[in-house]
């Protein structure tokens, strides 16, 4: 092999390596922005939707449900629409009130034990971000629970699947909230 030879094929190498050494920093910088980005939207849709259904869910906690669930099913079914998700709102006990793709049975305990998220929220008061498989959408979700507080305290919880491209979603508000984007369960 000739001297030259020899220098171009070290000076390709040694661009290959600067181009990695630079490439992969920079690629995973990018995506965790993006990953960022997505948990801060899902967190800002998540309280809006709160706060809008605050004084719904204290009514139902407050044992006036007639005047709120219609308001309740209102505000969810136009939510869900708007971003194409799934959203289940629960009172102060975790109890079903609200499940926009009709998939679980108002009355019914969404909060549980497989659903830790709830716990933060419902007893803590506090704002709950995490990741998580989840059986019945049979992937991992981001799961973003954000307290509803107005006298009592109720929870709101949106589940978003992680993006393979951002805008597949789950919310939920405890009040409850669930919203889940592309399939709806």
Known sequence: MSFRTRLVLAAAYLVAAVVLALEIPLALSIERRADSDFQTDVLGRAALLAARISDEVAATN??????????????????AAAVDERIV???DRGHLLVDSAGQAAPGSTFATAERPEFRVALTEGRVDS??????????????VTVPVVDGGRSSARCAYRPPA????????????VLRRSGSRS
């Open 62 to 79: 407050q044992g006036t449900p007639n005047a709120s669930t219609g308001a309740l099913t209102q505000a969810t079914a136009d939510a």
């Open 165 to 176: 491209s951002p805008s597949s979603t789950a919310c939920t508000t405890a009040g409850s």
């Open 89 to 91: 709102v629960t009172n």
């Open 130 to 143: 995490r990741r998580r498989f989840s059986e019945t959408a049979g992937g991992d979700l981001l799961l």
